[in-house]
């Protein structure tokens, strides 16, 4: 019913930047929260940023000043600017909308991407 699709992810030096992106498709009448998570080798999942329908957004302390969120409503998707990456920044990159609502009837869900991974060399 409700697909996320990401792209973007890769292999980048230290120092460098990469650009995700996350794209929902299916019958959606609005989407209320979007964000990314990202899952490191033996770590659990943890929210890396998320931004609201109305723009305000969230960042995780280890990211902040270095990646930046945003959304575009008219076409379901959210962005996720990633600048100086560190070796630590290394992960499966998770999309996630919340407050998807969708017709047929009526109802909202929670619905995730199937991951991109991003790997930062030193």
């Known amino acids: 019913q409700v697909e996320l699709v990401e792209s973007g992810g890769g292999l980048v030096q230290a120092g460098g930047s990469l650009r995700l992106s996350c794209a929902a498709s299916?019958?959606?009448?609005?989407?209320?929260?979007m964000g990314w998570y990202r899952q490191a080798p033996g770590k659990e999942r943890e929210l890396v940023a998320g931004?609201?329908?109305?723009?305000?957004?969230n960042y995780a302390d280890s990211v902040k000043g270095r990646f930046t969120i945003s959304r575009d409503n008219a076409k379901n998707t959210v962005y996720l600017q990633m600048n100086s990456l560190k070796p630590e920044d290394t992960a499966v990159y998770y999309c996630?909308?919340?407050?998807?609502?969708?017709?047929?009837?009526?109802?909202?869900?929670?619905?995730w991407g199937q991951g991109t991974l991003v790997t930062v060399s030193s």
């Open positions: 996630n909308a919340d407050g998807v609502v969708i017709a047929g009837p009526w109802r909202s869900l929670e619905v």
């Open positions: 299916g019958s959606i009448f609005s989407i209320n929260a």
């Open positions: 931004i609201a329908s109305g723009g305000k957004t």
